[in-house]
């Protein structure tokens, strides 16, 4: 069973970046994807993107691109998310989640995003 | 649409069935997926695939679809449910979209 730990809670400027890692144990990056998600105070959960560490790709909600890198270190299974430019808005609990996948010759299908970090919170502030 | 649109509070007694429903235009082509967060903790997820149940959630949770609605219920509901419960799934341009979140208020 996967297990993920996320760095500790960050307060940064506005204009900014921030940098939080999720360290995945019990199991490599094979057959996952990380997945990761926000959540702003008192608001819903909002899905900002994902990277495939056995593939090397990632993909960005529209709402994020030029702003968000995601990344993986296979020799110490630990994933990033970087988000720049920060305002705000991007005031947050983020979170980290194992999306399971199956993947065929030509495709990779979504079985499950299971477990989930702990949450790291950011605040952006003067 | 590409949204999901979910109840934003459901009340139950304890005992009793609670539904959570979940709609949108890509669900009839889309898995969904169902994540219950209480105060101040990680979401978990509690049903996949529509109706498929993770290891260790009660069997009281259980997944259902039909055409452009997703739901979700919780037979017996215990004073532990009470909780947000957040549904998921792809809208059409294969981004992952988050429903609004259902406060479930056990009475």
């Known amino acids: 069973q996967v297990q993920l730990v996320q760095s500790g809670a960050e307060v940064k400027e506005p204009g900014s970046s921030v940098k939080v890692s999720c360290k995945t144990s019990?199991?490599?990056?094979?057959?996952?994807?990380i997945t990761w998600v926000r959540q702003a105070p008192g608001k819903g959960l909002e899905w900002m993107g994902g990277t495939i560490p056995m593939f090397g790709t990632a993909k960005y909600a529209q709402k994020f691109q030029g702003r968000v890198t995601m990344t993986a270190d296979e020799s110490t299974s630990t994933a990033y998310m970087e988000l720049s430019s920060l305002r705000s808005e991007d005031t947050a609990v983020y979170y980290c989640?194992?999306?399971?996948?199956?993947?065929?010759?030509?495709?990779?299908?979504?079985?499950?995003?299971?477990?989930w970090g702990q949450g790291t919170q950011v605040t952006v502030s003067s | 649409s590409d949204e999901l649109t979910q109840p934003p509070s459901v009340s139950v007694s304890p005992g009793q069935t609670a539904r959570i429903t979940c709609s949108g235009d890509?669900?009839?082509?889309?898995?969904a997926y169902w994540y219950q967060q209480k105060s101040g903790q990680a979401p978990i997820l509690v049903m996949y695939?529509?109706?498929e149940r993770p290891s260790g959630i009660p069997e009281r949770f259980s997944g259902s679809s039909s055409g452009t609605t997703v739901t979700l219920t919780i037979s017996g509901v215990q004073a532990e449910d009470e909780a947000d419960y957040y549904c998921?799934?792809?809208?059409?341009?294969?981004?992952?979209?988050f429903g609004g979140g259902t406060k479930l208020t056990v009475l």
């Open positions: 695939k529509d109706t």
């Open positions: 989640s194992t999306e399971l996948l199956y993947c065929n010759r030509t495709n990779c299908f979504t079985i499950k995003f299971d477990p």
């Open positions: 890509a669900l009839p082509n889309q898995y």
């Open positions: 998921q799934s792809v809208d059409s341009s294969g981004t992952w979209v």
């Open positions: 019990g199991d490599t990056f094979n057959n996952y994807a």
